[in-house]
């Protein structure tokens, strides 16, 4: 028997069947499907539910759908060639697989697609916006349908042997004008202004102005409310739905991250993200537990204004210090940007934004400070790994990944899906892909699941009650493994002891 750093005993026999499978996907496959996961922290609410379940929820609804481009609306447009969906449509196999593809990396041929796999894949939430959006925090078609999809996310979850989902659920809805009424449109400006300038000083002292209207701003403070509102419906509306997996969705500790999207003009940003900060404060960790930003990080306002998103997480850093965040950088790669911008997004994360996890982190190799790694190490912050969708995204995999350099400089490692609908893909997979590309022992494999756990955003009495838990479904897994898999010479080159 060895020990490990979780403090959990590991079967030596388990260990050697585990070396005995790692050139093969179906064994790899087998076992992980039945080994415990711990925690999924890097998901986004609306790519993970698969495209079949977005295909049930709009023809229940009889939404409209243009064939060529599969973009889906609620009410039939004028100016759009569209057909109405339903359960008892004409051709309904055939429309319903043509739109499984449209949405999802299924059969994807990039032949046939006029841009690159990034912009096909960040496309498709537009095309999903009709059922996603959110017009208002009182709309209940909306709190309805973003439930419905978690309430999968959930049962996948409970069938896969994951205990804990950290979703990237939503971003608040912010008014025009920011809450900055008539003076918006100059802040605007000087704000734009002083970036485009690279003047640092007033581009900064605007900031700490704008903040300042934030925190004296009823209308902000409202606003966190409902969106931290809207967060708990939708977590307890997700629990009330009948599910075709014939599971307790009780049966997995769900928590949320709001979030900002870097593609939209920096005030709005700015003022998503403070929501986010307030309502975060305003729960204490109970539910909404962190904040992060998304979209694609090489569009042109992503890089533009890269380095003063993360100044935002900064300034907020320093008055709400409380609010853990995970935050999506160095999702870049060589040929998608120029080489230049590939050398500073990950630091930038960490020093000026206070990540307490980077997510992706691919451009690592690239970043200009040879010693970063050993900074991430001396701060502990570990990085999420997102394999499949690296692969799809970025064209990145096998030892093009930076994975290996993360681990062998001590960096904490967690394995995540990203958005396992739209890729196609699950936990399982993910875990199977580390171990047949990397060779990564099982002892290293069973650290992996507890970090999910152990970086998780959840109060230490949540984890203690997850450590135990995984610890006991260790124990029974592995005891499970030694009853199916005795010692033999066909295992194990003829050991039996």
Known sequence: MTKIENGINTPKEVQEYFESIKGNHAALRQFFT?????????NH??????????????????????????????????DVETIQLS?????????????????????????????????YFFGTFGLLSALTSIPDYDNVDSLNNLAYLMHELKGRA????????????????????????????????????????????NTFLTLRNIFNKFEDSKEADENANRYLSFVQDLENKSNTFKNYLDVHTNDVMCC??????????????FAQLYVVYKACVKDNGKLLVGCNIVAAEDSEKSMMYYS??????????????????????????????????????????????????????????????????????????????????????????????PITLYHKAGI???????????????????????????????????????????YAFLTETDKDALNTKLDNLFIEFEDNYLITYQPSEENFGGRTD
């Open 34 to 42: 039945a080994m415990p996961k711990g925690g999924d922290v890097h």
């Open 256 to 269: 949320y991250q709001g979030y900002a999207v870097r593609g939209l003009e920096p005030i709005m940003v």
């Open 412 to 454: 904490p490692i967690i394995i995540s899906t990203d958005d396992p609908g739209i890729l196609r893909t699950s936990l399982t997979e993910q875990y199977t892909l580390a171990a047949l590309r990397y060779g990564f022992s099982y002892n290293e494999i069973k650290q992996f699941v507890y970090n999910s756990i152990k």
């Open 308 to 401: 003063w998103h993360m100044e935002m997480f900064g300034m907020l850093y320093e008055h709400y210090s409380s609010v853990k965040t995970s935050l999506h950088a160095g999702e870049l790669t060589m040929g998608l940007v120029r080489p230049e911008h590939l050398t500073y997004h990950i630091s930038q994360a960490v020093l000026k934004g206070s990540a307490c996890r980077i997510g992706h982190g691919v451009d690592m190799p690239f970043e200009e400070d040879s010693g970063f790694l050993h900074i991430m190490q001396i701060n502990n912050t570990p990085v999420e790994i997102n394999l499949t969708s690296n692969e799809f995204i970025l064209g990145v995999k096998d030892s093009e990944h």
């Open 158 to 201: 409970v069938r896969e042997n994951v205990q804990y989902l950290e979703v990237i659920g939503i971003a608040p809805i912010i008014p025009k004008n920011c809450f900055l009424d008539e003076e918006y449109e100059k802040y605007d400006n000087d704000l734009k202004g002083y970036i485009k300038k690279d003047d640092y000083t």
């Open 87 to 119: 359960k008892d449509m004409d051709d309904l196999h055939n429309h319903r697989m043509a739109l499984i593809d449209k949405w999802s990396i299924r059969n994807f041929q990039p032949y046939k697609y006029p841009l690159g796999p990034d912009e």
């Open 45 to 78: 609410l609306t790519g993970s539910a698969y495209a079949e379940t977005y295909f049930e929820l709009a023809a229940s609804k009889g939404m409209f759908v243009n064939l060529e481009t599969g973009k889906l609306y609620k009410e039939k447009p004028e």
